[in-house]
């Protein structure tokens, strides 16, 4: 049997991304940072967005489709009275209408919570025959994207302010008018928070957009975790293993023949519960394969290891 001898990387990497750059400069310090080409990562920020970012290095690449990446956690800022028309703080102001009272706006959260229809913003990397919404949008092209369904776990307030930068605690009048909002939003893929604002505001006649946006939690990983871009480019990047990408998924040791097997795509007997399966090597631990159950055996889905 040939194992792996070669010098590239496999495994997770968890960084936290700074504001001003975009998730794929992320990328491309990490490629440099480690000399692998094939890196991935488990759902785009905006370049004014900060927090965690999912990456996944050499063969672990495979594994994307199924590592956990739900539910999502951001924390948020919305400055509410003006639209912009990328609906964060670099666009342009677009509408302007009357700041939201307190009361109004905490009545207006439950419409927003569930299974919701979201129109993505013009400026997102949404499809529109071929090309991106946000090419079309800085062209001053027209932009009409369908609405998708999304699912919104949870509304928390951290913080209501007024005009005057004073805090609206639980005793504030109810018509007090708020023109920043944190709030801490739990989701599913695909949800787009800057939208999430603007239809907060729309449905109360106002008008918003985000002045901060970090992405705290994705599935199983926490930014608390994560490593800083400064990390990279210092050499301080340290790949985690394959394997802490399938977190929550039962884990098997193979023994050599069983290893061999497995490489060539053919299932072995499964010894653990699970409809997944890690099936790893018995010395070190290194991932070998994740596999799906069949009966009482392990069917190879995603190889790591050459036959």
């Known amino acids: 049997m040939k194992r792996r001898t070669t010098g590239t990387v496999d495994g997770l990497l968890l960084v936290d991304k700074p504001a001003g750059v975009s998730s794929h400069d992320v990328v491309n310090v990490a490629r440099r940072a480690l000399g692998e080409k094939r890196i991935g990562h488990g759902g785009t920020l905006d370049p004014f967005a900060t927090g965690l970012l999912v990456i996944v290095v050499g063969r672990a690449t495979r594994l994307l489709p199924h590592m956990p990446?739900?539910?999502?956690?951001?924390?948020?800022?919305?400055?509410f009275g003006s639209e912009t028309d990328t609906e964060d703080l670099d666009g342009a102001v677009v509408l302007e209408r009357p700041l939201p009272p307190r009361a109004a706006l905490l009545a207006a959260l439950p419409a927003l919570t569930g299974s919701v229809e979201q129109v993505p913003p013009a400026y997102s990397a949404k499809r529109i025959?071929?090309?991106?919404?946000?090419?079309?949008?800085?062209?001053?092209?027209?932009?009409?994207?369908?609405p998708v369904r999304i699912?919104?776990?949870r509304w928390e307030i951290l913080s209501l302010k007024g005009p005057d930068?004073?805090?609206?605690?639980?005793?504030?009048?109810?018509?007090?008018?708020?023109?920043?909002a944190r709030v801490r939003i739990t989701c599913g893929g695909g949800t787009y928070i800057r939208s999430l604002a603007r239809d907060l505001?729309?449905?109360?006649?106002?008008?918003?957009?985000?002045?901060?946006?970090r992405r705290t939690r994705s599935g199983a990983f926490r930014v608390e975790d994560a490593l800083t871009t400064e990390d990279l480019l210092a050499g301080r990047a340290k790949v985690r293993p394959a394997l802490d990408a399938l977190p929550g998924?039962?884990?098997?040791?193979?023994?050599?023949d069983e290893i061999a097997r497995i490489v060539r795509g053919i299932d072995v007997p499964a010894q653990v519960e699970g409809a997944w399966g890690a099936l790893t090597t018995s010395g070190t631990g290194l991932l070998v394969a994740l596999a799906e159950r069949r009966a009482d055996?392990?069917?190879?889905?995603?190889?790591?290891?050459e036959a």
Do not use: F, N
């Open 297 to 305: 055996r392990w069917q190879p889905r995603v190889v790591m290891h």
């Open 69 to 79: 990446g739900e539910p999502k956690v951001y924390e948020a800022t919305i400055r």
């Open 249 to 256: 998924v039962a884990v098997q040791a193979l023994t050599d």
């Open 151 to 153: 699912r919104v776990h």
């Open 165 to 180: 930068g004073q805090g609206l605690g639980p005793t504030a009048a109810p018509d007090a008018p708020v023109q920043e």
């Open 129 to 146: 025959d071929g090309q991106r919404a946000y090419d079309l949008a800085r062209a001053g092209e027209p932009v009409e994207l369908k």
């Open 201 to 213: 505001a729309r449905s109360v006649g106002s008008a918003a957009h985000l002045t901060q946006l």
